[in-house]
């Protein structure tokens, strides 16, 4: 049996989770639901892709109850006087699919609805959540897969989960701006690096600690050879703007490449490794 489960804004050691519904499936497994790209804070999804974590069971973010089987007898019934409290819902279906839907506290204010069905009635203090099509993430048990498509979306489910879009810390990010390979224009310091740039860095960082000296080199060159606007002096890139900054981290990770039919040179937006 498919049940609808609730979990509740509460502090202390008390049951968190209650049953909302039972026999009812609000969603279905959606028609593109067939590969996922592993989770990259730079990626930007296709319409039809998914990102998704594998064995996601042994994350430390995973939910304690996703990792033993469903017991709808573990739950009680959500008492009416608890709905301001709801966090988020999870919907168990088909014995084996959990569907996560965020439910933020601007959904949960009274409202006046006006109901267009078979009978028209009129609630002035109406308090109803509106199901998405498509949930905010998709469990599968027997792959063990959580299947996304958008992290701030799910951070809040998924306590923790956020360290997979790690930023640059104020050292990390100051550390990386005195590199022997970047000179920073007078006009622009630590403070003007946009958040996702400090994303970048943080990428970069990881890159570049696994490059030995040689690899440093030739990266510096490739970067020189698609980034002719970037100036370069005394072995080093003069960055001047956050955009400057961007397309010296895009040349670090190595975005930049040569059509081989035309001859264009291009940027890649966001990248998937093949092998």
């Known amino acids: 049996m498919n049940h609808l489960i609730a979990k ?16 009812v499936s ?9 590969s996922y790209v592993q989770y990259s804070p730079d990626h930007n999804l296709d319409e039809d892709s998914w990102f998704g974590i594998a064995q996601f069971s042994t994350k430390a973010f995973c939910l304690d109850f996703l990792k033993t089987p469903f017991n709808s007898a573990e739950y009680d019934v959500l008492n009416t006087i608890d709905v301001d409290k709801l966090d988020f819902l999870c919907s168990y279906q088909n014995e084996n699919e959990y569907y996560f839907q965020n439910v933020t506290k601007a959904q949960l204010l009274s409202k006046k609805r ?8 009129y609630e002035e203090n109406c308090k109803t959540i509106v199901i998405n099509s498509i949930a905010d993430a998709i469990y599968i048990r027997d792959q063990d897969i959580l299947y996304f498509k958008r992290l701030p979306k799910i951070s809040c489910i998924f306590k923790g989960m956020d360290v997979l879009y790690r930023e640059a810390t104020e050292v990390e990010t100051a550390d990386f701006l005195l590199s022997e390979f970047v000179q920073l224009d007078e006009e ?3 403070a003007k690096v946009g958040k996702a740039n400090r994303h970048r860095i943080a990428m970069a960082l990881d890159t570049l600690n696994n490059f030995e000296v040689e690899q440093k ?7 020189r050879d698609y980034c002719p606007d970037l100036e370069y002096q005394n072995n080093a890139f003069k960055i001047k703007s956050d955009d400057e900054l961007k397309k010296l981290l895009y040349g670090i990770e190595q975005r930049y490449y040569t059509t081989p039919v035309g001859n264009e040179k291009r940027c890649a937006n966001s990248i998937i490794r093949l092998y």
């Not at 006006?114 to 009635?121: E, K, P, S, T």
């Not at 080199?217 to 970067?223: L, P, S």
């Open 8 to 23: 509740l804004r509460l502090r202390g050691n008390v049951p968190k989770y209650k049953k909302l519904l039972s026999d």
């Open 26 to 34: 609000l969603y279905e497994l959606p028609d593109d639901f067939v």
């Open 114 to 121: 006006l109901y267009l069905g078979d009978a028209f009635r």
């Open 188 to 190: 622009f310091s630590v």
């Open 217 to 223: 080199g030739t990266v510096m060159d490739y970067i």
